[in-house]
């Protein structure tokens, strides 16, 4: 249960445009300290740009982003400290040890030397890797880095925790581990939790809240009741459909190009 009601994130009138394509257009919500908030959308509808502009990796062309009262764009060592994330796409080096990557994330983020080797060893085993510590991550199955991910993420205790599709490609006994931890965690320490998936469950055995972007517009959000209600619809599969259409969504390779040219830069 969430404990207390203030927003630690914000976001007001977010806008972000690659030359003639507005990827996010004009969105705004809030999150609430100790939430789980789900963040959904089809490929391509502005999920993933949303949250490089929320976690200082991209910077938004109009609007305003506050991340446990800091912004991003002035204030990006507070607000990265306030944050853990596990990407879409892989982000460990694979050519280092589970051990190393959570020792350098560790240096990175400032976490005390003293505390630093008891912290490592109690993430790893929280997600069951303390005997695989020293293999080197290339050896490593898919769930296996994406456990390590999480732990690495939560390593340096921050207040706010980002998945983009924490579990995409995992077998169901994996998501359900993560998923349990992660709720224990939001349980236990009040952690907030903002994620995306395509796994329409998840959300609703997870979520307090969800929004729902598409075409880089915020078009729903609520609890899922409140969504099933407003659409008449008996799942939230349904209700997702509904809202988005049935069409198969391709990720827009133009958007892609554009925002890689513009991150270049």
């Known amino acids: 249960m969430m404990e207390c009601m203030e927003n630690i994130i914000e976001v007001k009138n977010l806008t972000k445009k690659f030359k003639d394509l507005v990827a996010v257009d004009d969105v705004s919500f809030g999150v609430k300290k100790g939430e ?23 910077r938004p062309t109009s609007g305003e982003i506050k991340i446990n ?15 853990g994330i596990v990407f ?10 589970a051990y190393e990557n959570l ?12 505390d630093l080797k008891p912290r490592i060893e109690k993430m790893l085993k929280f997600v069951d890797l303390w005997k695989r510590r020293k293999d080197v991550v290339k050896k490593y199955s ?35 581990y993560i998923w349990k931890y992660i709720k224990n965690l939001n349980q236990e320490k009040n952690i907030t939790i903002f994620f995306t998936t395509h796994y329409m469950e998840e959300v609703e055995q997870m979520a307090d809240r969800v929004a729902i972007i598409d075409h ?50």
């Open 216 to 265: 880089g517009k915020i078009i729903i959000s609520g609890t899922v009741k409140e969504l099933l209600e407003q659409t008449g619809k008996e799942t939230l599969e349904q209700a997702f459909i509904e809202l988005t259409g049935r069409d198969i969504r391709e990720e827009d390779a133009s958007a892609v190009d554009q925002m890689r040219n513009q991150m270049r830069h």
């Open 36 to 58: 789980i908030f789900a963040f959904l959308g089809p490929n391509g509808a502005g999920k993933s740009t949303t949250i490089k502009m929320m976690t200082t990796v991209m």
């Open 142 to 176: 898919g769930g296996m880095k994406r456990r390590l991910e999480v732990a690495r993420g939560l390593l340096h205790h921050p207040e706010i925790f980002f998945l983009d599709e924490p579990t995409l490609g995992l077998d169901p006994q994996t998501r359900n």
């Open 103 to 114: 020792k350098y994330h560790g240096i990175l983020y400032g976490v005390p030397r003293a």
């Open 88 to 97: 879409q796409d892989s982000s460990l080096d694979d050519k280092l040890t």
């Open 69 to 83: 009262g800091f912004r991003p764009e002035t204030e990006a060592h507070q607000v990265r400290k306030s944050f």
